[in-house]
């Protein structure tokens, strides 16, 4: 089984500032973890996916997140926000059987 | 093209009543999925299928009973619909065997609301 904590259900930041959403994950199986993004009134679209390999994933949008299996950690980044980023951000966790959902944390994105 | 898309978009009922919500994929995929997402945004697997074989069932109660008529096809019909099952429902797919490792594609969603 997996669970999935993501620290804070809110983040504030200004235009052009760091991203740095965070999460940490438990699973007794070795885990595939997942950063999908939810846009107002849409359904979730993939962020970026670790499987195995290099611990450092880019994904779409300049995102991008790295797996610390020591800290059980798989936090999200982006160098600079755009207006356009602000959304709900979910990290997942999958064993071998279903995917684990975080509770979403809300990016907001000030001028 | 909708890669995954549900209908009705928004449905608004009063208890008691039955409803359904449709799913169509057109990725190819073998794996179909329903999740609920209550009003504080978290989001639970409901049940999954395998090519038209129910793989997951997460102790969702009996009112609830996926439809899987081809592996395209995943609904999701509710009988006498109470007010905690207002939520988001979406509908997903991925390719190879029900699982958590493969990419998942979301559908728009389907927000219930239960007067």
């Known amino acids: 089984a997996q669970s999935v904590t993501q620290l804070g259900s809110h983040v504030s930041v200004s235009e052009g500032a760091l991203v740095l959403l965070r999460c940490n994950y438990s699973?007794?199986?070795?885990?595939?973890l997942f950063w999908y993004v939810q846009y107002p009134n849409q359904g979730l679209q993939l962020l970026l996916k670790?499987?195995?390999?290099?611990?450092l994933v880019k994904g779409i949008n300049g995102f991008e997140a790295e797996f610390k299996k020591s800290e059980t950690s798989f936090h999200l980044t982006k160098p600079s926000a755009h207006m356009s980023d602000a959304a709900e951000y979910f990290c997942a966790a999958a064993g071998y059987s279903t995917l684990t959902f975080g509770k979403g944390t809300m990016l907001l994105v000030s001028p | 093209d909708t890669a995954v898309s549900q209908t009705p978009k928004y449905l608004v009922t009063q208890m008691g009543n039955d409803k359904s919500i449709k799913c169509e994929q057109n990725?190819?995929?073998?794996?179909m999925y329903w999740y609920k997402q209550d009003s504080k945004k978290f989001l639970k697997i409901m049940f999954s299928y395998n090519n038209k074989e129910l793989i997951i069932n997460e102790t969702v109660p009996n009112r609830f009973s996926p439809k899987s008529p081809d592996k395209a096809h995943l609904n999701l019909h509710i009988n006498s619909l109470e007010l905690g099952d207002s939520a988001v429902y979406f509908c997903a797919s991925s390719q190879g065997l029900a699982g958590g490792r493969s990419e998942q594609y979301f559908g728009p969603g389907t927000r219930l609301t239960v007067t």
């Open positions: 670790y499987t195995t390999g290099a611990t």
């Open positions: 990725l190819g995929h073998d794996t």
């Open positions: 699973s007794s199986v070795p885990p595939y």
